[in-house]
């Protein structure tokens, strides 16, 4: 037993990633495009929830959408309805997008005329929280219905995003979920997560989010012309 060769396969791909990840965010700086990876679980509202971002940043910035899923085409056409620029990805039956797949999507979508790209991933709590995509922030969605313990359950998620929205807060009255205590598990996994509660479906609490959006892509952009 003491003979055989172990191999580390897991780690090797990580590092991999990692390596085509740094590079990826150096060339989009040089390019002055913000790349967000936004993430949730399925029926969580990342997509009335962009189509409300773009929106609110149409007049401010030009803007083109990624949409990732295993199979299907709807999420990009009910995006393109907004006037962004939409591509669609498929993964072949990946639970999440890596550093080279951003690429492929990003030379397929075309950066030259956009300056903030919205990286819609693959709807999972799980593997797309492992995989660093080359994006400058990483954004996550949570919905009311899901609960307010969720960071305790996926605490890798909920550590690596720098902004986290509570989405369908008007169904808070309906539903056994503590704001509160939510921000505060939040916050113990990740101290310096912005958390926004939102309805995608009203707008309420949109403006602080496109408004966290301006400030980011306009800081990353000042950043390369520094």
Excluded at 128 to 137: Q, R, W
């Amino acid at each position: 037993m003491g003979n055989v060769r172990i191999l580390e396969v897991k780690q090797s791909i990580f590092e991999s990633n990692d390596k085509q990840a740094a590079l990826l965010r150096e060339e989009l700086k040089k390019d002055g495009v913000f790349l967000l990876n936004l993430m949730s679980s399925p029926g969580s509202g990342k997509t009335t929830t962009l189509t409300r971002t773009i929106e609110a940043l149409k007049d401010d910035l030009k803007i083109g959408v990624m949409e990732a899923d295993i199979d299907s085409d709807v999420d990009a056409e009910t995006i393109l309805k907004t006037g962004a620029k939409a591509i669609q990805l498929h993964t072949g039956g990946m639970c999440h997008l890596d550093a080279d797949m951003t690429r492929q999507g990003l030379k397929g979508l075309g950066t030259d005329d956009v300056e903030l790209v919205i990286l819609e991933n693959v709807g999972n709590l799980v593997c797309p929280a492992e995989f660093d995509t080359g994006a400058v922030k990483n954004a996550m969605i949570l919905s009311v219905p899901e609960g307010h313990d969720k960071p305790l359950k996926y605490p890798l998620m909920f550590s690596i995003c720098d902004v986290v929205l509570i989405n369908k807060i008007d169904v808070m009255p309906y539903f056994d979920f503590d704001l509160e205590q939510c921000k505060k598990n939040i916050l113990m996994r990740n101290p310096n997560a912005k958390i926004i509660p939102i309805c995608a479906k009203t707008g309420e609490g949109m403006e602080e989010w496109a408004d966290w959006l301006k400030k980011e892509t306009a800081a990353w952009r000042e950043e390369e012309h520094a």
